[in-house]
Structures are given as C-alpha cells and as structure tokens.
C-alpha cells in the first residue's frame, strides 16, 4: 500500500522560508522510474504544479517559481522534502506532495497541508 | 495563468452524460498525454485519467477520456449525485519543461 504525507508549518511569516517534508511509504527511490512532485492549491483555486525529483535525482521546477525552489529527497529515509524561499501572503495554500502512476500522472496523493503566509 | 483552458462549470441531471472541454495547444496537449484529475471537495485529487484514455484500478468505467489535436475532453455518463466535484485536465508542457493543470471545472448535479 502506497501512502505519502506532508508535514511541516502551518503559518509562516512573509519573506520566511518554507520547509515542508513528504514521508511516504509502499515504494521506493531506489526503484528506477519512480518519480514525486509537489502541487499546490490556494484557497478556491486551481491546482498548481511546483516541482518534481526523478530516482536518479534529475529535478524540475515551475519556471514562474524555479528561483524559489528546491526539492531533495533521501533515499534512505523515504523522503522529500521541498524549501520555497521569501514566502509570501499569495503563497497561502494547501501543498501536496504526490507520486507519478501509470503514464504521467499523480496517481498516489498525500492528505495535503495547509500553509497560512502571513505576519 | 495556467496554458490548458476548461469551461468554469458543467452541470447535468442524474443518469445524462456531461462533456468537459480541455484545450491546450501543440507543446502541451499536441505532443503529451492528457490526465484528468477529481477532486472532491475538502479532499486531494484524485487520478480518473491516465495516458488520454486509461482509467486506473477501480475508476468506474463511466468515465471515459479522448483527446484529438490539441484539445481533450472528459465525459462522465450516467452522472450521479457523488461525482460532483472539480475536474483538472493536465499534461506535460514542452516549452516550460514542467507538468500544468487546466483551469478547473466544477461539475454539479442538478
């Protein structure tokens, strides 16, 4: 059974850095193709794609957030962890961390958590 | 602004078959897969939709994907009470080198 689940703050302060942590389990990075990326959602709107780490920690990012951005992973601890620098009220959303199924898609998702930017 | 366009909203009575547009263009849609998502509300996404047409393991076969050109549709027949939610198309982005969601469209059951 695969599950994945975000953790970190729920209320950060503008220009702080975020630092949010995916635990899953039911698989592992050591498995070639295996793939997870980070989607955010702000309250009442679309889904957002941000980044996405490769097994063989190849990395992309959202262009419009790639200066902000950055995702690791540890193997060992089945973990990704995603940073956003100088955050911001606008930033306020629920993150998701979720891994890639069949074709391209999300197919396994965490609960989400609610992120709160303000002072 | 996300680059795959849907309608905001779609609604039919219980039983019909409801239609949801996603268009895109040559870099997204045109040279990638589409997937569609579900997302109940106060719930994540779910995946409805893999590769254009795939369903996974236990999406009833009510819902069924298309894609032709640069656009793909999502239709839900016999729509019932539990399948209003929103609707998220998606796909590759060539040209950002990265993964965007449509717009959204939330599907209500009059």
């Known amino acids: 059974q695969i599950t994945l689940k975000e953790s970190g703050p729920t209320l950060v302060k503008p220009t702080q850095t975020l630092t949010l942590t995916c635990t899953f389990s039911g698989f592992s990075f050591s498995t070639t193709g295996v793939t997870v990326g980070w989607i955010r959602q702000p309250p009442g709107k679309a889904l957002e794609w941000l980044a996405l780490?490769?097994?063989?920690?190849?990395?992309r990012y959202s262009p419009s957030l790639k200066s902000r951005l950055t995702i690791t992973k540890d193997t060992s601890k089945n973990q990704v962890v995603l940073t956003m620098t100088n955050m911001d009220p606008v930033d306020t959303a629920t993150y998701y961390c979720?891994?890639?199924?069949?074709?391209?898609?999300?197919?396994?998702w965490g609960q989400g958590t609610l992120v709160t930017v303000s002072s | 602004q996300s680059v795959l366009t849907q309608p905001p909203s779609a609604s039919g009575t219980p039983g019909q078959r409801v239609t949801i547009s996603c268009s895109g263009s040559s870099s997204n849609i045109g040279s990638n897969t589409v997937n569609w998502y579900q997302q109940l509300p106060g719930t994540a996404p779910k995946l409805l939709i893999y590769s254009n047409n795939q369903r996974p393991s236990g999406v009833p076969d009510r819902f069924s994907g298309s894609k032709s050109g640069t656009s793909a549709s999502l239709a839900i027949s016999g729509l019932q009470s539990e399948d209003e939610a929103h609707y998220y198309c998606a796909a590759w982005e060539d040209s950002l080198n990265g993964y965007v969601f449509g717009t959204g469209t939330k599907v209500t059951v009059l």
């Open positions: 780490i490769y097994w063989d920690d190849d990395k």
């Open positions: 979720a891994r890639r199924g069949d074709g391209s898609g999300f197919q396994y």
